[in-house]
Nanobody
Framework: QVQLVESGGGLVQAGGSLKLSCVAS????????INWYRQAPGKERELVAS???????NYADSVKGRFTISRDNGRNTVYLQMNSLKPEDTAVYYC?????????????WGQGTQVTVSS
Protein backbone atom coordinates (compact mmCIF):
# COMPACT_ATOMS: atom_id res chain seq x y z
CA GLN A 1 0.00 0.00 0.00
CA VAL A 2 1.10 3.59 -0.65
CA GLN A 3 0.82 6.86 1.29
CA LEU A 4 1.57 10.19 -0.44
CA VAL A 5 2.81 13.62 0.68
CA GLU A 6 3.03 16.55 -1.77
CA SER A 7 5.26 19.61 -1.50
CA GLY A 8 6.66 22.42 -3.65
CA GLY A 9 3.66 24.69 -4.14
CA GLY A 10 3.85 28.43 -3.67
CA LEU A 11 3.37 31.89 -5.17
CA VAL A 12 4.90 32.72 -8.55
CA GLN A 13 4.49 35.32 -11.28
CA ALA A 14 3.14 34.42 -14.70
CA GLY A 15 5.91 32.92 -16.78
CA GLY A 16 7.69 31.45 -13.77
CA SER A 17 8.35 27.85 -12.78
CA LEU A 18 7.67 25.48 -9.89
CA LYS A 19 8.57 21.85 -9.27
CA LEU A 20 6.14 19.76 -7.24
CA SER A 21 7.19 16.58 -5.45
CA CYS A 22 5.13 13.64 -4.22
CA VAL A 23 6.92 11.30 -1.82
CA ALA A 24 5.45 7.85 -1.27
CA SER A 25 5.79 5.37 1.54
CA UNK A 26 5.17 1.68 0.98
CA UNK A 27 6.73 -1.09 -1.04
CA UNK A 28 4.30 -1.11 -3.99
CA UNK A 29 5.04 2.34 -5.43
CA UNK A 30 6.73 0.93 -8.53
CA UNK A 31 3.57 -0.86 -9.75
CA UNK A 32 1.31 2.19 -9.46
CA UNK A 33 0.13 4.58 -12.12
CA ILE A 34 0.75 8.11 -10.80
CA ASN A 35 -1.49 11.08 -11.61
CA TRP A 36 -1.43 14.79 -10.85
CA TYR A 37 -4.86 16.43 -10.53
CA ARG A 38 -5.76 20.02 -9.79
CA GLN A 39 -8.88 21.78 -8.56
CA ALA A 40 -9.65 25.50 -8.57
CA PRO A 41 -12.50 27.02 -6.54
CA GLY A 42 -15.85 26.46 -8.24
CA LYS A 43 -14.40 24.07 -10.82
CA GLU A 44 -14.29 20.30 -11.21
CA ARG A 45 -11.13 18.43 -10.35
CA GLU A 46 -9.20 17.78 -13.56
CA LEU A 47 -6.42 15.41 -14.53
CA VAL A 48 -3.25 17.34 -15.41
CA ALA A 49 -0.63 14.64 -16.07
CA SER A 50 -0.10 10.93 -15.60
CA UNK A 51 2.72 8.41 -15.77
CA UNK A 52 2.23 4.64 -15.82
CA UNK A 53 4.33 2.05 -14.05
CA UNK A 54 6.00 1.48 -17.42
CA UNK A 55 6.87 5.16 -17.87
CA UNK A 56 4.24 6.19 -20.42
CA UNK A 57 3.17 9.82 -19.92
CA ASN A 58 0.06 11.79 -20.84
CA TYR A 59 -0.86 15.45 -20.39
CA ALA A 60 -3.94 17.61 -20.52
CA ASP A 61 -4.00 19.81 -23.60
CA SER A 62 -3.91 22.91 -21.40
CA VAL A 63 -0.46 22.02 -19.99
CA LYS A 64 1.14 20.08 -22.85
CA GLY A 65 4.56 21.49 -23.67
CA ARG A 66 4.78 23.34 -20.34
CA PHE A 67 4.56 20.59 -17.67
CA THR A 68 6.66 17.42 -17.34
CA ILE A 69 5.86 14.45 -15.10
CA SER A 70 8.59 12.03 -14.05
CA ARG A 71 9.21 9.37 -11.42
CA ASP A 72 12.18 8.07 -9.47
CA ASN A 73 11.28 4.63 -8.18
CA GLY A 74 14.51 4.40 -6.20
CA ARG A 75 13.43 7.42 -4.13
CA ASN A 76 9.69 6.58 -4.19
CA THR A 77 9.07 10.05 -5.63
CA VAL A 78 7.14 11.55 -8.53
CA TYR A 79 7.72 15.09 -9.81
CA LEU A 80 5.75 17.65 -11.77
CA GLN A 81 7.96 20.30 -13.36
CA MET A 82 5.78 23.30 -14.27
CA ASN A 83 7.18 25.95 -16.61
CA SER A 84 5.66 29.03 -18.26
CA LEU A 85 2.98 29.18 -15.58
CA LYS A 86 -0.25 31.07 -16.27
CA PRO A 87 -2.82 32.55 -13.87
CA GLU A 88 -5.28 29.86 -14.99
CA ASP A 89 -2.91 27.24 -13.53
CA THR A 90 -3.82 28.49 -10.03
CA ALA A 91 -5.30 25.55 -8.10
CA VAL A 92 -4.68 22.99 -5.41
CA TYR A 93 -2.61 20.19 -6.92
CA TYR A 94 -3.07 16.59 -5.75
CA CYS A 95 -0.91 13.52 -6.28
CA UNK A 96 -2.74 10.24 -6.84
CA UNK A 97 -1.42 6.66 -6.98
CA UNK A 98 -3.64 3.98 -8.49
CA UNK A 99 -3.20 0.27 -9.15
CA UNK A 100 -5.68 -2.12 -10.76
CA UNK A 101 -3.50 -5.20 -10.56
CA UNK A 102 -5.14 -8.29 -9.02
CA UNK A 103 -4.44 -8.60 -5.28
CA UNK A 104 -2.73 -5.17 -5.22
CA UNK A 105 -5.56 -2.75 -6.01
CA UNK A 106 -5.50 0.68 -4.39
CA UNK A 107 -6.37 4.33 -5.04
CA UNK A 108 -4.72 6.82 -2.66
CA TRP A 109 -4.38 10.61 -2.58
CA GLY A 110 -2.05 13.15 -1.05
CA GLN A 111 -3.19 16.16 0.97
CA GLY A 112 -2.70 18.71 -1.82
CA THR A 113 -0.41 21.70 -2.31
CA GLN A 114 -1.50 25.21 -3.31
CA VAL A 115 -0.12 26.79 -6.49
CA THR A 116 -0.92 30.48 -7.07
CA VAL A 117 0.17 32.31 -10.23
CA SER A 118 -0.15 36.10 -10.31
CA SER A 119 -0.87 38.03 -13.49
Amino acid sequence: QVQLVESGGGLVQAGGSLKLSCVASGRLFSIADINWYRQAPGKERELVASITSGGTTNYADSVKGRFTISRDNGRNTVYLQMNSLKPEDTAVYYCNARSSRPFYMYDVWGQGTQVTVSS
